[in-house]
């Protein structure tokens, strides 16, 4: 996890990998309700494999030649897993959509409810895992270490880091799109995300970046696998740009950008926010996620805002888990706490060089982002710990929008 070095368990690490397989990441979506089999939208749950929850809905709206705006997932999921999950399509009945098992690549579609409502991103209460965490020290001993770090985290919570799934997990560069976007540098930000090439892609794709950072536009373009899908979508802005005027300007680098999803698009300053998060995190994790601090901003289980702070309950109150203490998503307008916690956000914001005001993002306003306040820490439930041949186990169910890494990295003692 990007600047996660602070563990709040003080037991071994069991070591281990993750990963080896899809099959060894599993996770299901909880919903916040289910279809009722009646209303204008189709609601429709599959399994996806290797698969991202975008790359699914696009092909299904493909596939019935609609927008992809009338589809709809509660959460992106991730590629190198088993996902189970509903996606929604508005305005359609089951009876109109194709066999999706014959038009969409490692997808099974498990059900297909008619709904009323459609369904938005954020509607889930959380997700479960089950995750096997392979090659560890001692499966025997493991077990046991697992299960007390398990226990800990029930007591304290678990820190609320973001994990690679936001940044891009063989490429890390999401944040850095969003950092030159909230530096208003878009020429840069299109370069970062076009070009920039990781050691760790594979031939092809890493080929193509280079070529492009070579200005070779069409032979990066030409080169560029179908996987690809969203640099080619900019990589096109900009060749006939180029071929209309001879140059390209910071208005044809700004499409370039717009031509993308409006779930990817937002997603850079998001990233950005999620990386200066886990910075505020880690410093806040060395003074305890579970006390409160004079100045601390503190939700409640509904993320509202307590303005009144009864200092004779608040650490009741904590402990169980009815308040939390908060960092910020750095935006334009999100308030700062005050006290050690306010020292922390301010360190952070003078170490990045920007201000809140930077959030705005005026040459690309619709990305701007005003952030919000989000706990520092969040509850797991409903833990198990099997031991399996090789390794360990571990099934949990956390809240929507927290990572499965956090929790895994304080049984593992590592970096994941």
Request: net charge negative; charged share 30%.
């Amino acid at each position: 996890m990007l600047n996660a070095e602070t563990f709040i368990t003080n037991n071994k690490g069991t070591n281990g990998t993750i990963r080896e397989l899809n099959e060894d990441f599993y996770v299901e979506e909880v919903p916040l309700s289910l279809p009722t089999g009646e209303g204008p939208n189709t609601w429709i749950q599959i399994e996806k494999n290797g698969r991202t929850t975008l790359d699914v809905v696009l092909d299904m709206a493909r596939a019935l030649h609609i927008s992809r705006k009338r589809t709809g997932f509660a959460g992106m999921k991730d590629r190198s897993a088993i996902t189970r999950q509903w996606l929604c399509i508005s305005n359609i009945t089951p009876e109109e959509l194709p066999d999706f098992e014959e038009v969409l690549h490692n997808v099974k579609v498990l059900d297909i409810k008619q709904n009323q409502k459609k369904l938005r991103m954020g509607q889930l209460k959380g997700n479960k895992f089950k995750i096997n965490i392979k090659n560890t020290n001692d499966p025997c001993e493991d077990k046991k270490i697992a299960e007390e770090v398990l226990e800990s985290l029930k007591i304290t919570g678990v820190p609320n880091y973001y994990g690679y799934q936001r940044f891009g997990e063989v490429r890390s560069t999401t944040h850095l799109v969003g950092k030159c976007l909230v530096e208003s540098d878009i020429k840069k930000a299109v370069d970062t995300y076009i070009g920039n090439p990781n050691e760790n892609e594979h031939n092809q794709p890493h080929e193509a970046r280079q070529l492009y950072d070579e200005g070779k536009l069409q032979e990066s373009y030409n080169l560029m696998p179908k996987s690809m899908r969203y640099e080619k979508s900019m990589l096109k802005e900009l060749i006939q740009a180029k071929e209309k005027r001879g140059e390209i300007t910071e208005k044809d680098y700004i499409r370039a950008i717009e031509s993308l999803p409006k779930p990817l698009k937002r997603m850079f300053v998001n990233a950005y926010e999620s990386y200066l998060f886990n910075k505020i995190i880690n410093e806040r994790s060395k003074i305890g996620i579970n006390k409160y601090y004079p100045g601390d901003i503190i939700i409640d289980q509904e993320e509202r805002w307590i303005h009144e702070i009864d200092e004779n309950t608040i650490e009741e109150d904590i402990n169980n888990f009815t308040v939390n203490p908060t960092a910020p998503l750095l935006g334009s307008k999100v308030p700062l706490a005050e006290g050690v916690q306010g020292e922390i956000e301010e360190k952070v914001i003078e170490e990045e060089n920007i201000t809140k005001e930077s959030f705005e993002c005026p040459k690309t306003p619709k990305l701007g982002s005003h952030g919000v306040r989000r706990s520092i820490r969040f509850k797991i439930e409903d833990t198990h710990v099997e031991e399996i041949d090789n390794g360990i186990r571990v099934e949990f169910f956390i809240p929507r929008g927290c990572y499965a890494t956090a929790v895994l990295r304080e049984i593992m003692k590592k970096n994941i």
